[in-house]
């Protein structure tokens, strides 16, 4: 299996902040990297493909580079909607990994 | 617009089978392109990818699930389902279908843009 990491698992943060999470692939997976959202209660909601595509309908504060092993998501000014947790995942191989998560609180 | 709705019961005795089905309605779930997935969630913790199948009624597995899942396909219904055997309150969890975003390339990249609500399921007895 190809395992994802992320880091930090949490991280407390203000409105208005740039925060950059990074995911990590145990080996390469090119661009094949998903990055999503969650709330509490709620299905995942998909934000970035291919590494760096932003999905129709996700704002512009969002995103994602990398490629390889190492990839990053951006969010260049946090707003209160943007507290959640953040999963990261590969779709290099059909066996599909997700990263851990990263939990997003308000400071 | 494409949507998927988990059914199925929300308490299962340990040692038994966990069975749900993922109903798709909005688009058809013998569309060519896409791998369907389930993924679940167990209580605060992450996402863990379970399985997927095609319509043609090829599927992939989790290895760490794979001596125990059974995904299957009916297109008649529109619906795939997910069999769990021989469960463990570790089962417990939130599980979700889903379906890859839209490609032109085949199969889609299994990156999920559409998502069931999720329905829990409580092993114990």
């Known amino acids: 299996d ?11 943060a ?7 999470i990074t995911c990590r692939a145990s080996q390469d997976i090119s661009t094949w990297l998903a990055w ?3 709330k509490p209660g709620k299905a995942p909601k998909l934000l970035i493909y291919a590494a760096s595509s932003l ?49 997003v609180d308000i400071k | 617009q494409v949507q998927l709705q988990e059914s199925g019961p929300g308490l299962v005795k340990p040692s038994e089978t966990l069975s749900l089905t993922c109903t798709v309605s909005g688009g058809s779930i013998s569309n060519s392109i896409y791998y369907w997935g389930w993924i679940r969630q167990s209580p605060g ?5 379970i399985g997927s199948i095609y319509f043609s009624g090829n599927t992939i597995y989790s290895p760490s699930l794979k001596s125990r899942v059974t995904i299957s396909v009916d297109t008649s219904k529109n619906q795939f389902s997910l069999s769990l055997s021989s469960v463990t309150a570790a089962d417990t969890a ?18 999920f843009d559409a998502w069931g609500q999720g329905v829990l399921v409580t092993v114990s007895s």
């Not at chain 1, 203000?14 to 950059?20: E, P």
């Not at chain 1, 969010?75 to 997700?98: H, N």
Request: aromatic share 16%.
């Open chain 2, 94 to 111: 939130v599980y979700y279908c889903a379906r890859p975003r839209n490609s032109t390339a085949w199969p889609a990249p299994n990156w």
């Open chain 1, 2 to 12: 190809i395992q994802m990491t992320q880091s930090p698992s949490f991280v407390s």
């Open chain 1, 36 to 38: 999503y959202q969650q």
């Open chain 2, 45 to 49: 913790k992450g996402l863990e990818w």
């Open chain 1, 55 to 103: 999905q129709s309908g996700v704002p512009s504060r969002f995103s994602g580079s990398g490629s390889g092993t190492h990839f990053t998501l951006t969010i260049s000014s946090l707003q209160p909607e943007d507290f959640a947790t953040y999963y990261c995942q590969q779709a290099s191989s059909f066996l599909l990994t997700f990263g851990g998560g990263t939990r």
């Open chain 1, 14 to 20: 203000s409105v208005g902040d740039r925060l950059t």
